[in-house]
Each structure stands twice: as C-alpha cells, then as structure tokens.
Nanobody, 132 residues
Framework: QVQLQESGPGLVAPSQTLSLTCSVDGGSITTSYFAWTWIRQAPGKGLEWVAAISWDGIPAVSTPLDSRTSVARDTSKNQFSLRMESLTPEDTAMYYC????????????????????????WGPGTQVTVSS
C-alpha cells in the first residue's frame, strides 16, 4: 500500500514562497510508469492539477502556473517537492500530493478534469492559506 503525506507551512504571507514536501512510503518514486503529482482545490472550486515529476525525473507544470512554480525530487529520501513563488490569496487551497499513472497526468495536462480514480494514491492534503 502506497502512502503519501504532505508537509509544509499552513500560512504564507502574500508575495512569499511556498514550499511543500510529499513523503512517500510503500513504493519508490522511481517505479515505472507513475507521475508524482501536486493537485490543489481552492474553496468552492474543483480540483486543479499544479505540477508533477515523472518516475524518471521529468518535471511538468501546469501552464497557468509555470512562470512561478517548480517541482523536484529527492530519490534518497523518496520525497518530491513543490515550490511556488509570489503567492497571492488566490493560491489559498488544500494541496494534495498523489501518485497517478503517466497517462492520467497527460489527460490532465491537456485539459481533462482532475478526478480521483481507483489505483491512484493520494495524501490527506494540507491546507495552505495565503494571508497577511
């Protein structure tokens, strides 16, 4: 059973940088053919794909966020991370990390709705609030 756990600050001031880490147990982040993914859900809105890093280390970021967002991994710790700069209150959301199939990520990246499906593994989520 793969387990994911997000960690990071719950409150970030506007214009500051958010750093989140996802720790993975029960499976290696280098296992083919999965994408280790960040998803968020703002209050009253649907799920939004943010960024991902593939099993072989290739990063991808959602186009609306790519100017201020990056994703990385630490295979020695079996973790991957999200960094988002220049936060605004519109970035307030529940942030999830998840393991999905690469095909799923490709569908999301081309505009298909982000939904959970059997076989995916998600963390419980961490609330991030952007406020002064």
């Amino acid at each position: 059973q793969v387990q994911l756990q997000e960690s990071g600050p719950g409150l970030v001031a506007p214009s500051q940088t958010l750093s989140l880490t996802c720790s993975v147990d029960g499976g290696s982040i280098t296992t083919s053919y999965f994408a280790w993914t960040w998803i968020r859900q703002a209050p009253g809105k649907g799920l939004e794909w943010v960024a991902a890093i593939s099993w072989d280390g290739i990063p991808a970021v959602s186009t609306p966020l790519d100017s201020r967002t990056s994703v990385a991994r630490d295979t020695s710790k079996n973790q991957f991370s999200l960094r988002m700069e220049s936060l605004t209150p519109e970035d307030t959301a529940m942030y999830y990390c998840a393991r999905v199939e690469v095909d799923t990520l490709l569908r999301w990246a081309t505009g298909r709705p982000v939904v959970r499906k059997t076989g995916d593994y998600w963390g419980p989520g961490t609330q991030v609030t952007v406020s002064s």
